[in-house]
Every structure is written in C-alpha cells, then in structure tokens.
C-alpha cells in the first residue's frame, strides 16, 4: 500500500468536504450536487494532485486491459437483435468490390456468435470474399492489431500494410475506406469509424479521401445483387 503525508491545511478541507458529503447526500437536484464531483474534490485535496493523477492513470489503464480482454465492441454488438441459429453462428455482411472497382457488393456470411463479434467481423473482411467475381478491398498483409467502440464511435487500428500496400486510385481507396466502414456500421452499436494505422490518426489512405475525421455510413456506393 502507498502512502503519502497529508498537511494540516488539507486535511483540515478533506474534513469540511466530507461534512458537505455527509450534509447535502440526500440532495436529488444534480445541478446543484455532484455526488462523484465531490469526492474527486476530497481525494485531490487530501491525496495531493499528483497522487490523484497517478491513481486515475492507473484506473484507466486496468478499465484498457479489461475492455481489450472482453473483447470490446464484441460484449456490447451481441446485446443487438443479432441472434444466432441452433449451430451458434451469425449471419454478417461483409463489402467487397466489385470486378470494375466501382462498387461495393455485400456477401452475407456466418461466423461464431461470441464476444468480440466486431473483432472477427473485421478479420473476415481482411481475409477476403468467398463469392466468384467479388474483389479484395483491404491490401495484402494488413493485420487487424486493435478494436474499440465508445459512445457509438468505433477506432479500428490496422497494420502499416493497410497504407503501405493500398494499391492507390480515388475509386479503390473509396472502397476501401466504405468496406471497412459499411461492415462495421451495420452493427447498432456503431455509428461511426475512425481508422488509425499503427495506432496513429492519418489524414489519408491514398491521397483522395479525408481520413482525418470519423466517417459515417455509405450506402449509396453499394450496389445491389440479384
């Protein structure tokens, strides 16, 4: 256990807090009491800042490891009307390009039904369609290495052989980037998508397309099959 020295004068206020705690509990008005704010107040004051910090540090490390394990956006994508057959897997769709490169084509496909549904959604894609005439939209070699999603904005962080290998042209790269977003936004939970390679923001994947911002959803290039 750390411990730390407390002075008389923040002792003295991490006493007066506590008694606001113990005077305003039974407040319901939140605009008027932060029960959580109050506290956060009473440990910096009486722990000291940069015992505070290291703390939270600490505290948001762990809650990392724990969503990695769980396999996060996976816990939260099974909670969607996503119901798997009596073999325990799922119908998912996944974009590829079509023969032109002009399009993308979805091919429905099964997978396991378990946590981290997001996860092996996109592994899938990377591998590539099974369907005859579709086409690979995500370069060879690229590697899914993290997945996130918090308050519906989904961070996918590829390999360097996502931008590395990208084969270029306005056309490919669209279709590309909407592969990618379309099979992941098809899934509730996911509003949007932020693409990072080797964990860090690019501007863009083959010098055509904005991926310094989230992108949002695309329908439109995808066009229907018989």
Known sequence: MKFFKVSGKKLLAGIGILLLLGATAGCSDAEKFS???LKETHYRMVAGEKFYQEMK????EAAEKEQA??????EE???????????GKVEISLYFSDQNGDYLLEEKRE????????????????????TKGFLKTI?????????????????????????ENHWGGSSGEILTV????????QFTTIDQVEILVEGQKVETLAGHMDLSAPVMRNMQIV???K
């Open 35 to 37: 029960w959580d704010k």
């Open 57 to 60: 540090a600490a505290q948001n």
């Open 69 to 74: 394990e769980a396999g996060i956006p996976g």
């Open 77 to 87: 994508v099974a909670k969607q009307e996503l119901a798997a057959n009596e073999n």
């Open 111 to 130: 997978i396991a039904m378990a946590p981290g549904l997001a996860r092996a959604t996109v592994k899938e894609l990377i591998a590539g369609p099974k």
């Open 139 to 163: 370069p060879e070699g690229t590697q899914l290495i993290d997945i996130s999603l918090e308050n519906g904005l989904c961070r996918v962080d590829l390999s360097k052989e996502f931008k």
């Open 178 to 185: 909407y592969s990618l977003v379309d099979t992941l936004t």
């Open 223 to 225: 066009k229907e099959t």
